[in-house]
Nanobody, 122 residues
Framework: QVQLVESGGGLVQAGGSLRLSCAAS????????MAWFRQAPGKEREFVAH????????YYANSVKGRFTISRDSAKNTVYLQMNSLKPEDAAVYYC???????????????WGQGTQVSVSS
């Protein structure tokens, strides 16, 4: 079992930055791939970024490429999402997820956090 707790959400002006954190506990952290998804009101939950915890390889949705950076600190069992140049369309609840392999599909991930709200004012 893996427990995930997100933090770092909040309200920011367009063009600003936020860093989200996802603290993991439970099973061996290094065995998992971690990802961030987001869900805006009335929309499907969508993939944002993932990272392979063993290799550090990352992958991003086109909508955030060049603005967001996913990273991990294995010693702290924590994954981060640095979000720069935020746009109003980035506003959503952001969810951290863990799975055995890195992928863009929601069903690939077995464990989810409770979500953290990101709001962007124009």
């Amino acid at each position: 079992q893996v427990q995930l707790v997100e933090s770092g959400g909040g309200l920011v002006q367009a063009g600003g930055s936020l860093r989200l954190s996802c603290a993991a506990s439970g099973r061996t952290f290094i065995r998992y791939a971690m990802a961030w998804f987001r869900q805006a009101p009335g929309k499907e939950r969508e993939f944002v970024a993932h990272i392979s915890l063993r290799s550090g390889t990352t992958y991003y949705a086109n909508s955030v490429k060049g603005r967001f950076t996913i990273s991990r600190d294995s010693a702290k069992n924590t994954v981060y999402l640095q979000m720069n140049s935020l746009k109003p369309e980035d506003a959503a609840v952001y969810y951290c997820a863990a799975g055995l392999t890195a992928a863009t599909m929601r069903y690939n991930y077995d464990y989810w956090g409770q979500g953290t709200q990101v709001s962007v004012s124009s």
